[in-house]
């Protein structure tokens, strides 16, 4: 299940993001901006992708909660997925 989820270049950076803000809350919105600099995509694709791909698929599987209403999200994440996001992370970087 993690290694799906981590396949995704937007759904690794989304996390590397969230990862680093301590369960802070974040609007769709504000991810949009923060992953627009990371992604290769419009910010109306990546907002799209995000709302009815990604957020709901890592929603699904406990790693956030998403409310799609007031399009918020919180950070749930896990040990093996920091392990995993880590790892991920190493690799991007080289």
């Known amino acids: 299940m993690?290694?799906?989820i981590l396949a995704n270049q937007h759904?690794?950076?989304l996390l590397y993001h969230l990862s680093t803000m301590n369960g802070e809350a974040f609007t769709l919105s504000a991810l949009v901006d923060i992953l627009a600099q990371?992604?290769?995509i419009t910010r109306k694709h990546l907002?799209?992708?995000?709302?009815q791909r990604h957020l709901p698929k890592l929603a699904d599987h406990?790693?956030?909660e998403y409310d799609s209403r007031s399009q918020t999200i919180h950070y749930r994440g896990n040990n093996r997925l920091e392990v995993l996001l880590e790892m991920c992370r190493h690799q991007e970087q080289e």
Not at 47 to 51: G, P, Q, S, V, W
């Open 62 to 64: 406990n790693v956030i």
């Open 11 to 13: 759904r690794r950076y």
């Open 47 to 51: 907002r799209i992708n995000l709302h």
């Open 2 to 4: 993690l290694f799906k």
């Open 38 to 40: 990371d992604v290769a």
